[in-house]
């Protein structure tokens, strides 16, 4: 029951939060707190990875990006011109297209926004297992470089496509219909909503990965951050378990990657940037590698603020700062400091008794 | 038939021949030692056997099957549990977790049903928990159990690293350099835990350079002198042999 | 293909690949005194020309160089001595945030100094449309500038490394790092030389290809990634191999314009890069086992 109380809390401070923002007519702050929220469902996946199994991953905006331009993408291309081919026929009666009709009236016919949804998250999966094949048997700088590659390659390939809309990236992205009543979209009425959707995907993705960490599978993936040849020894298929866990990073990256791009009605190329996936490993960085409360809690104030726009324009030096800084004072996160023992040393040099359970004048 | 058969193993590292023509069995319930003066190629040997490294050629079969050039978790799977020689314990994993992951293989919960806490995977988990514990109180370190195992006493590390090894239920267990850096009081207790170990059922393969150890516990001994077999036999022939003692002591 | 536009390919190929050549031996430099992969090494290519084209006004041409390199060296002992010098045997991912967060520090700065205005060195001879005729094709002296420059530095540094004294201590501490320190030899000082040395270097290839590439705030973060690739492709630390792979790799990119659309030339290296990580991480030149016994 102890463990359920930080989960418990979290959901209280979710809810109080946006009844604050509907007093105090704040409520345009939902919206960045929702975005806030989805990044931070790819940066929980990404603090696994990195914090537990020890894999660098500098390309994991790739997968955000895979997510959300396939979405995007298959949600808004026009089939209307093939309807009669073979292909376009058999999706159409498996149900997975949608007619209607554009802003101009002309007709439309486009995937599903679940189809989509769905195809999405298995094209970054399995990118991910092909890509993790070779890739995680690379080690520190060269699986740094590869992966940093990776994001490079689909950046290059959503910014030179036509499909992806090229430097314009894909707008009027449909919502995205999750249940009966409720849907992911960027409009106004529903921001209650989709505050709540999208703090809700966080808080069951944070559930899903603590019941993974407290687990056998946890267990090895920490045994293989510890010593990967020992972990081998130990019965622990190494390889199957970095690929598995790398895949599963990924999906939670699409997966925030397809909702963030309904919720926005669209996305673009920067989505995909290297300075994308280098924030995303400054988050986990900074939050502590091992900490996932730490990575979400992280990963929703810092990019709150990005979004509201506190950085300005120095957005992306922020984020090399808080790289520099956290590596070089407090490589395992701030939460690993001793801020304990720091409180403690002030209020004893303060005179204060409680603590040290000394009278003033030291005397026991 | 012997548990585990080395044949005609070879080892080479470019030009050096680390393990050149090695032979020989260890027969199911005996405590094997492997000895010889440093350089002789005996961590190259278990590392070869345990699949940490890949053989040039020569066979090494366990349990009548052929286990060379398989992966390290494919060889534990066999039923094969090692240590080694500068203590590998998982860093930022208490004791108890340490020895927990030695039950990994006797274990089945993966992602989706970690994931997603299925019942039976609480189980699972309390029945790994309570056999480890058991395994860390064998080795009088329980109350050690919650501490990160990389900061406690070497004695200490050495034991929950035997009690990772065991908690695969192994039945063949490999040791390296078990007694190194133990005073003899501790070696004597090592002493003890390997023929209790042994008496379990677990047949043990060991690399040592304490000659009191090896020549008390061990029921026959291999001796290796830059990467060859030099001479094969019980405790008491391995004393007496000439050129056993020429690579020790010189003529 | 006419004769005439192979050998245009050609030079670009090799001018191209020079540079990349040079950022690949700055890394190696660094990497082999230090073990640390500089992420940050495109930046000093970077700085070499925005610095020179800022001091331009005020000085001639090969003042403003000279001063630009010189402030490069100064900025990289800088980065070195505040960053690096007092970490305590960092881990492998630690080093490589830091020099990620330098590179991007280095990059917004260059931002907020700069702006994102392109601009370029004048040509040294003549100007843009001035061209010599090398067998059968009009080249630009630039070029000639540039393979020149950095064929001379490359001469240097074997020199430097092999004959003079620092060269030599600089070498043994990248071979061995407690046996130079029983030497007598000031391993932290050389971290910091080998930092200067691979931002000098660095800023002259910038300095000297600005005419011809024009040069921006963020033109580091590609040449650092094909500055990797090349240092891979010869095997990381072999610099003489660095020489072979960036002209390979140059060439290469050079001649896929005729076979790719434009846009896709950067995903070359990068495609060639992930290929050699998978197929062969230790480099065409360089030995598997030597590189599997490199500790990480």
Known sequence: MKKLLPLAALIIVVIVIQKMTGWTDTRFYLTQLTMAAYYALLIVGLCVVMGYAGQISLGHAGFFAIGGYISAALTTINLIAYQDRLVIRMLDGFGLLVAGQDIYGDALLVVAPWAACIAAVVCAGATAWVLGIPVLKLKGHYLAMATLGFGIIIYRIVLASAVFGEADGISEVPPLPLLPGLTVSGDFGTREENYYIAWGMLIIGMILLRNLIDSRVGRALRSIHGSEEAAESTGVNTARFKLKVFVLSAVFAAVAGVFLTHYNGGIGPSEASVMKSVRYVAIVAVGGMAHLWGAMIMGVVLNFLSLRGVFGSYDDAVFGFILIVIMLFAPNGILSLNWRGYFRGLFRRSGNTEETGRAIDGTP | MALLDVSRLHKKFGGLHAVNDVSFGVEKGAIKAVIGPNGAGKTTLFNLITGALAATSGLVSFNGAPIQNRKPHQIAACGIARTFQNIKLFHDMTALENVMVGRHLRSRAGFLASMLHMPWTLKEERQIREKSMELLALFEIAAYADVEATSLAFGQQRAVEFARALALEPALLLLDEPAAGLNMHETAEIGKLITRIRDLGITVLLVEHDMSLVMDISDEIVVLSFGEKIAEGVPADIQNHHDVIKVYLGE | ?296
């Open chain 3, 1 to 296: 293909m006419s004769v005439e536009l192979f050998v245009q390919y050609l030079f670009a190929g090799i001018t191209y690949g020079a540079i990349y050549a040079i950022v690949a031996i700055g890394f190696n430099i660094i990497y082999n005194t230090t073990g640390i992969i500089n992420f940050a090494q495109g930046e000093f290519v970077m700085l070499g020309g925005m610095i020179s084209i800022s001091l331009l006004p005020f000085m001639p041409l090969y003042a403003a160089i000279a001063l630009a390199v010189l402030l490069t060296m100064l900025f990289g002992a800088f980065l070195e001595i505040c960053f690096i010098r007092w970490l305590e045997s960092p881990g492998v991912l630690r080093m490589i945030i830091i020099t990620i967060g330098l590179s991007i520090l280095t990059r917004e700065a260059a931002l907020h100094l700069w702006g994102e205005s392109i601009r370029s060195l004048p040509y040294f001879i003549g100007d843009e449309i001035t061209t010599v005729a090398i067998l059968g094709a009009r080249i630009s002296p630039q070029v000639v500038w540039v393979i020149a420059v950095c064929g001379l530095m490359v001469l240097f540094l074997s020199v430097f490394f092999q004959t003079t004294s620092v060269g030599r201590e600089m070498k043994a501490c990248a071979a061995n790092r407690r046996a130079a320190i029983l030497c007598g030899i000031n391993t932290r000082n050389m971290v910091t030389l080998s930092f200067m040395l691979s931002a000098g270097i660095g800023a002259l290839a910038g300095c000297v290809m600005s005419p011809i590439t024009s040069s921006g705030y963020d033109i580091g973060t590609g040449l650092a990634i094909k500055g990797f690739t090349v240092a891979i492709l010869g095997g990381l630390g072999n610099s003489m191999a660095a020489v072979g792979a960036g002209l390979l790799l140059g060439i290469l990119e050079a001649f896929s314009i005729s076979v790719v659309p434009l846009a896709f030339k950067d995903a070359i290296a990068i495609t060639i890069l992930l290929l050699i990580l998978f197929v062969r991480p230790h480099g065409l030149f360089g030995s598997s086992t030597a590189a599997r016994l490199k500790a990480f």
